[in-house]
């Protein structure tokens, strides 16, 4: 008999825990079979990923996965054979209780955030009693082989190096968001939190040789491009130019259309781990914004997956990627750090999609819990 999961999400910054969990949720159910309860304590926030979702319902079935929404005292039914507690979002007491009374145990697992820093393999899977008696692990996803893995659906390269190589469905894709591309045109999404080095990139980009057709989804980041442009508003379906330069803004999309998005682009920018981690699987260059973090915590993070990532490039493109990596992040001018990029751009676009493709040798996410579970009942 297949066991249940219950997977926990708090919606902390705009969707970035909703959309791991979510995506999670959907895996377990469509190439696991499993059942599967998402509680979540934003229905809104959910419902823009999954717009077909009810944004008031208490319950309700979606893609096979039941969607629970979590709010006031606990009255929900027995606990879940699997407890996933995303992120760190602390469970209800009486869900605790729940399951420290339940007859049959229950594997609790806190699905920790992504990083490639190298303490995480040491404490992947490592357990913590807590003070009702229960054991809670700590699970961690990862780059290297002694970590949970990566979020990566069964045929999600497949999926992805095939619309690679169909120009017509790129084409109808883009269409499908009202985007028009000139020939010889860069193609560039941006994801971003606000951004005091937006404004170099985007002067640099205006007066660059090559035309650059920016596609901007609905997010924070619309402030920043409104002052640059000078206009009073952007709104989705907008197309501003300046010089070499066009944005144009994009609704609020779905996952799978944000994935199709990243895989039409040229270069992704990307914010937080959701985006972040499906940009690396479209195998094209990307510019990584990280969630900042109390007293620069961040920057240890950034640089540890810097430092993996550019391990097999050669040194003038690891260098270029480094350094606009760093002037994005700290928010300085941008423009000499996107020049010299563009320098080693055909280098670092047979990176991408090679370090995407080596990054499937290790066995995904949703599978590694599997595993997890099923050792774990070998010993308990």
Same mark, same amino acid.
């Given at each position: 008999?297949?066991?249940?999961?219950?997977?926990?999400?708090?919606?902390?910054?705009?969707?970035?825990?909703?959309?791991?969990?979510?995506?999670?949720?959907?895996?377990?159910?469509?190439?696991?079979?499993?059942?599967?309860?998402?509680? %979540?304590?934003?229905?809104?926030?959910?419902?823009?990923?999954?717009?077909?979702?009810?944004?008031?319902?208490?319950?309700?079935?979606?893609?096979?996965?039941?969607?629970?929404?979590?709010?006031?005292?606990? /009255?929900?039914?027995?606990?879940?054979?699997?407890?996933?507690?995303?992120?760190?979002?602390?469970?209800?007491?009486?869900?605790?209780?729940?399951?420290?009374?339940?007859?049959?145990?229950?594997?609790?697992?806190?699905?920790?955030?992504?990083?490639?820093?190298?303490?995480?393999?040491?404490?992947?899977?490592?357990?913590?009693?807590?003070?009702?008696?229960?054991?809670?692990?700590?699970?961690?996803?990862?780059?290297?082989?002694?970590?949970?893995?990566?979020?990566?659906?069964?045929? /999600?390269?497949?999926?992805?190096?095939?619309?690679?190589?169909?120009?017509?469905?790129?084409?109808?894709?883009?269409?499908?968001?009202?985007?028009?591309?000139?020939?010889?045109?860069?193609?560039?999404?941006?994801?971003?939190?606000?951004?005091?080095?937006?404004?170099?990139?985007?002067?640099? /980009?205006?007066?660059?040789?090559?035309?650059?057709?920016?596609?901007?989804?609905? $997010?924070?980041?619309?402030?920043?491009?409104?002052?640059?442009?000078?206009?009073?508003?952007?709104?989705? $379906?907008?197309?501003? @130019?300046?010089?070499?330069?066009?944005?144009? %803004? /994009?609704?609020?999309?779905?996952?799978?259309?944000?994935?199709?998005?990243?895989?039409?682009?040229?270069?992704?920018?990307?914010?937080?781990? =959701?985006?972040?981690?499906?940009?690396?699987?479209?195998?094209?260059? +990307?510019?990584?914004?990280?969630?900042?973090?109390?007293?620069?915590?961040?920057?240890?993070? +950034?640089?540890?997956?810097?430092? +993996?990532?550019?391990?097999?490039?050669?040194?003038?493109?690891?260098?270029?990627?480094?350094?606009?990596?760093?002037?994005?992040?700290?928010?300085?001018?941008?423009?000499?750090?996107?020049?010299?990029?563009?320098?080693?751009?055909?280098?670092?676009?047979?990176?991408?999609?090679?370090?995407?493709?080596?990054?499937?040798?290790?066995? =995904?996410?949703? @599978?590694?819990?599997?595993?997890?579970?099923?050792?774990?009942?070998?010993?308990?």
């Amino acid at each position: 008999m297949k066991p249940s999961w219950d997977i926990f999400c708090s919606v902390v910054d705009n969707y970035g825990d909703i959309g791991v969990t979510w995506r999670l949720a959907r895996q377990l159910v469509a190439e696991h079979a499993q059942a599967v309860r998402l509680w %979540v304590d934003d229905l809104p926030a959910f419902a823009r990923l999954c717009p077909q979702a009810d944004p008031h319902a208490a319950q309700q079935c979606q893609q096979g996965v039941q969607i629970c929404q979590w709010s006031g005292p606990w /009255l929900a039914p027995e606990p879940a054979d699997v407890v996933v507690e995303a992120f760190a979002c602390q469970l209800p007491a009486g869900y605790i209780a729940a399951m420290a009374a339940r007859s049959t145990k229950v594997l609790w697992l806190n699905l920790e955030y992504l990083s490639a820093e190298q303490w995480v393999g040491g404490c992947h899977g490592l357990p913590s009693l807590q003070s009702t008696g229960l054991q809670k692990f700590f699970f961690f996803p990862g780059f290297t082989g002694d970590t949970g893995g990566l979020l990566r659906e069964r045929e /999600l390269l497949d999926q992805r190096q095939a619309f690679q190589t169909d120009g017509r469905a790129r084409q109808a894709f883009l269409q499908s968001l009202g985007v028009q591309v000139a020939p010889h045109t860069r193609l560039i999404s941006l994801f971003a939190y606000e951004n005091a080095g937006l404004a170099s990139w985007l002067q640099a /980009l205006s007066v660059d040789p090559q035309p650059s057709l920016l596609l901007v989804p609905e $997010g924070r980041i619309l402030g920043d491009l409104t002052r640059w442009l000078e206009v009073a508003t952007l709104r989705a $379906g907008e197309r501003q @130019s300046r010089g070499a330069l066009t944005v144009q %803004v /994009l609704p609020f999309m779905t996952q799978d259309a944000y994935d199709r998005l990243l895989w039409s682009c040229d270069l992704n920018a990307v914010r937080g781990e =959701d985006s972040f981690l499906r940009a690396l699987w479209a195998g094209r260059p +990307l510019l990584w914004q990280i969630y900042p973090q109390a007293e620069g915590a961040h920057w240890d993070k +950034l640089e540890a997956f810097l430092a +993996l990532y550019q391990q097999t490039l050669a040194p003038g493109a690891a260098q270029a990627l480094g350094h606009l990596w760093q002037a994005w992040n700290a928010q300085e001018d941008m423009a000499a750090a996107w020049t010299a990029l563009l320098e080693q751009w055909p280098t670092l676009s047979e990176h991408a999609e090679r370090w995407a493709v080596q990054q499937t040798v290790q066995a =995904d996410l949703a @599978s590694q819990l599997l595993v997890f579970h099923q050792q774990w009942l070998q010993k308990v």
